[in-house]
């Protein structure tokens, strides 16, 4: 699970706050209940309500309307694409290990250095993925849930409408790899996540480090040149401007070829087959 030391300042949501009965006010409702349903007198007359009185009027069928949803919704198909798509990406990125236990995932991160990683299938049924990680305490696994057709990390309650979302799982991973390297020289340790463990106390000094995948089985040469190049893309970009920005990986790497003289002239098949996997992991 990740929490944070401060609030992380990924967004400015509107909280809303929900008041509960007091034991009077329950009191109250009850007696108000059961006055309501004590019945009447023998000897008085049942009388039809007056349809022109205040206390029945009614509205046309098409002058009603549904209350408002404070929620997203998202369409079926759109899910399902959304569900799709990060499939293709993940099939791409090498690190995915499929339906991996996270007894075998320790055993295959335990020698590795602090901040190797791989993404398996979560073994909880509200979850579609899991993150592993090796700490310097250890391996450990963070799930990684799925709202509204976008991924974020599981966090603690109050962060957890502050988490990032991100629309396929190599995004969410770029995204925290890159933090990771950038936090070294540029984020307040205050305001660095960190990793929570519910079973033990006092874990808040261990940092969120994500730094090299571990693939499952070689990469083809095709496949690191591409990464190789939209890392070096992102680093340049990165340089320019904050590591949080808002543009997506596909159109960074759109614009670049456009702009930068030295992506200009590469083949169309080429360009294509760089956005085909936006991501420098």
Excluded at 97 to 122: E, I, M, P
Aim: hydrophobic share 30%; proline share 7%.
């Amino acid at each position: 699970m990740l929490t944070s030391y401060q609030n992380l300042d990924f967004s400015n949501p509107v909280v809303a706050a929900c008041t509960s009965l007091s034991d009077s006010s329950s009191a109250h409702h009850q007696n108000c209940f059961k006055e309501a349903w004590r019945c009447p007198p023998i000897n008085t007359p049942w009388t039809t309500p007056n349809p022109s009185s205040k206390e029945c009027s009614s509205k046309k069928a098409d002058e009603i309307k549904p209350p408002k949803v404070a929620m997203n919704v998202i369409e079926p198909e759109d899910d399902l694409n959304s569900l799709i798509n990060n499939e293709c990406k993940l099939g791409l990125c090498g690190y995915y290990y499929g339906n991996l236990s996270w007894v075998s995932a320790s055993h295959l991160l335990k020698q590795c250095k602090v901040g190797t990683f791989l993404v398996r299938d979560s073994e909880h049924g509200s979850y579609l993925y899991t993150l592993s990680v090796q700490t310097r305490k250890g391996p450990t696994s963070c799930r990684i849930e799925y709202v509204d057709g976008r991924f974020r990390l599981d966090s603690s309650k109050d962060l957890s409408h502050k988490m990032p979302l991100f629309d396929c799982v190599p995004y969410l991973i770029d995204y925290y790899v890159q933090m990771s390297r950038c936090s070294v020289h540029r984020i307040s340790k205050a305001f660095s996540p960190v990793w929570l463990d519910m079973d033990e106390e006092n874990t808040m000094d261990v940092p969120v480090q994500i730094y090299k995948p571990l693939y499952k089985q070689v990469r083809s040469l095709q496949h690191m040149c591409r990464v190789s190049i939209v890392k070096s893309i992102k680093d340049n970009n990165s340089s320019k401007t904050n590591f949080r920005t808002s543009e997506e990986p596909s159109a960074l790497l759109s614009r670049t070829m456009k702009e930068e003289p030295q992506y200009k002239n590469l083949p169309n098949i080429v360009k294509d087959y760089l956005i085909q996997y936006p991501y420098s992991q």
